[in-house]
């Protein structure tokens, strides 16, 4: 297996060779080679270096690109710098993590699903929902709008759609 046959399976941007084979559930390229299945990234910077990367190293892209396995982009590092790496591009504030802390945040609060139904759901003024529940008059009208609090993975709830 040579580096052009992995070429071949990747799309050129750049400096970067995007993965089209196989992944695993966190979406790191991987493939068969030699009766195991490896990482690709790590094979393409063993092929690169002709000699292998020493067992305690993870193989980074410094382009911040999961599926990128190009060994210009590629570091043999710790896990420790590895993750350093990661939070110096904002990785931690990407879009997706974002929604997870949202999510997370949604978790954490003390107004609970039923909670949210029940004002959704209740008649009457939105002040006096407020005082009964105890949330804040502003959060009350925003559920009841829908501009708070909306269903995950329901896009079209809030927009009117009941
Ligand atoms: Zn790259």
């Excluded at 590092?77 to 949202?102: E, W």
Aim: net charge positive; aromatic share 4%; hydrophobic share 35%.
């Amino acid at each position: 297996m040579a580096l052009e046959d992995i070429k071949a399976r990747c799309d050129e941007v750049g400096e970067c060779w995007f993965w089209n084979g196989g992944c695993d559930s966190h979406g790191r390229p991987q493939k068969r080679h030699g009766g195991k299945t490896v990482y690709v990234r790590r094979l393409v910077r063993e092929l690169a270096d002709g000699q292998p990367v020493p067992p305690g190293l993870v193989v980074a892209a410094k382009c911040g690109h999961k599926r990128c396995v190009s060994p210009d982009c590629s570091v043999a590092t710790t896990t420790r710098r590895k993750a350093q790496m990661a939070a110096k591009r904002g990785a931690y504030s990407s879009p997706a993590k974002a929604a997870k802390m949202a999510r997370m945040k949604r978790a954490q609060s003390w107004i609970t699903d039923e909670m949210v139904e029940q004002i959704r759901l209740a008649p009457g003024p939105s002040s006096r929902i407020a005082a009964e529940t105890k949330v804040s008059l502003s959060h009350v009208k925003a559920i009841r709008r829908g501009s708070a609090r909306r269903p995950i993975g329901t896009p079209f709830a809030g927009l009117g759609a009941r």
